[in-house]
């Protein structure tokens, strides 16, 4: 495996994750408080959508760095 796959497979798990943690987000502020009521791994909502906010933007960050890493064609190294 090269480089390049491996950046690949982990360009499309971020774009996966960040489809589902952008669906998790609640536009009345709900959020993850919202699915089964309170989420039991947090003391309260507001905790809940802190992390769910601090997660989705990792994965955006990650998500737009390989796509401008991939498209740029950076990885092409002479000799493959």
Same mark, same amino acid.
């Given at each position: 495996?090269?480089?390049?796959?491996?950046?690949?497979?982990?360009?499309?798990?971020?774009?996966?994750?960040?489809?589902?943690?952008? #669906?998790?987000?609640?536009?009345?502020?709900d959020? @993850?408080?919202? &699915? %089964?009521?309170?989420?039991? !791994?947090?003391t309260?909502?507001?905790?809940?959508?802190?992390? #769910?906010?601090?997660?989705?933007?990792?994965l955006? @960050?990650?998500? &737009? %760095?390989?796509?401008?890493? !991939?498209?740029?064609?950076?990885?092409?190294?002479?000799?493959?």
């Open positions: 495996m090269t480089i390049d796959i491996v950046l690949q497979i982990i360009w499309a798990i971020s774009a996966l994750g960040l489809i589902v943690l952008v #669906l998790l987000h609640s536009p009345k502020g959020g @993850i408080g919202g &699915i %089964g009521g309170q989420a039991q !791994l947090f309260s909502t507001k905790s809940a959508e802190t992390a #769910l906010n601090r997660v989705t933007w990792i955006a @960050i990650i998500f &737009i %760095g390989l796509t401008v890493v !991939l498209s740029a064609g950076w990885l092409n190294l002479p000799g493959q």
